[in-house]
DNA sequence: TATTGTTATACTCTATAACTATA
DNA sequence: TATAGTTATAGAGTATAACAATA
């Protein structure tokens, strides 16, 4: 019979896996910054670009409580991608201290192509993953994202 | 027989997969943050002390590349540290322009908070997960990672 | 001549606090 | 009185370029 000693510890599996997950939010952070430094963009202004192209028009509260940020900040990535001809400000129709954002023409086809290059990327890396493999992926990356979420009242979106 | 336009089109499975993958990055990078926040250090700075903590002393070029960063912005993280006394700069023993970066007592003790809090961590996300389950994820992790720095040639470590 | 770390300078993201215009 | 956005100020991370000491 094996006593403990006979096996070598090492790292938990669970241990293992987390330190998968942040090596792999690594390489992909890296390569999304990249991605967009190409296009003229930074992570923080690119977030700002993608939060009006899935969610629409809103105002630069809205778009502080989206991105989990000062209203502050917002005002000053806005004042950049407006200078770059990316985002449009509008008065709000209804309150007259609100302003309202949206994508120029520029700024949606800017983001329509950053889209597709996410695409692209996620064809690349799960095209010779077997349906079954990937399916069981998501999921578990699915429940990982809720027992996080559990963990850490703070971090709910 | 179905045309193509009696199935919803919807998002490709992989791209479901990588969206799952950013919103998993996010929570656990706002996550991580505050973990390190908590303990008076910033990602970069915390990045400093574990490469220290699992490679050990190191010149500050070698840290730079460790770190994917310039020199001088090395010379900004480890004066922080310096100041903190949770690092230690000492001569190099045989190249007397280069400096020798090592984790002081404090810096040590430190990092091994980090690491625990890090392995609690793991261990309350992965805890439900059956083993064979947490395998796959593990393996579909590292295949994952591979695919994507094979995508990207600079994305290596 | 090349390399190590630093000083000088600049840009971006981020935050808090005080202020203006509106609700 | 409270809210939306701005000005003012500050700190942190990052980068490039020029420089000193050393290889």
């Known amino acids: 019979m094996k006593s403990l000693h006979d096996m070598p510890e090492g790292p938990a599996p669970a241990s293992v896996s987390l330190d998968r997950l942040f090596e792999l939010s690594e390489v992909l952070g890296a390569m999304m910054q990249r ?3 190409e296009r003229g963009l930074t992570t923080a202004r ?3 670009l ?3 192209f899935h969610e629409g028009p809103m105002t630069q509260r809205a ?15 806005l004042d950049a991608l407006q200078e770059d001809g990316l985002v449009v400000r509008e008065a709000h129709p209804s309150d007259r201290r609100a302003t309202l ?3 120029s023409g520029d700024g949606r086809a ?3 192509e950053l889209r597709s290059g996410r695409d692209d990327l996620a064809a690349a890396l799960f095209a010779d993953m077997p349906p079954g493999q990937l399916d069981a ?13 559990a ?6 979106a």
């Open 110 to 112: 800017l983001t329509a």
């Open 137 to 149: 992926f998501t999921t578990s990356l699915a429940q990982v994202i809720d027992r996080l979420k």
């Open 35 to 37: 991605g967009v430094a």
């Open 50 to 52: 993608w939060a009006l």
């Open 46 to 48: 690119a977030g700002v």
């Open 63 to 77: 778009l502080a409580g989206r991105l989990r940020v000062t209203p502050r900040n917002v005002t000053g990535l």
């Open 151 to 156: 963990v850490d009242p703070t971090g709910r």
């Open 101 to 103: 954002v949206s994508l």
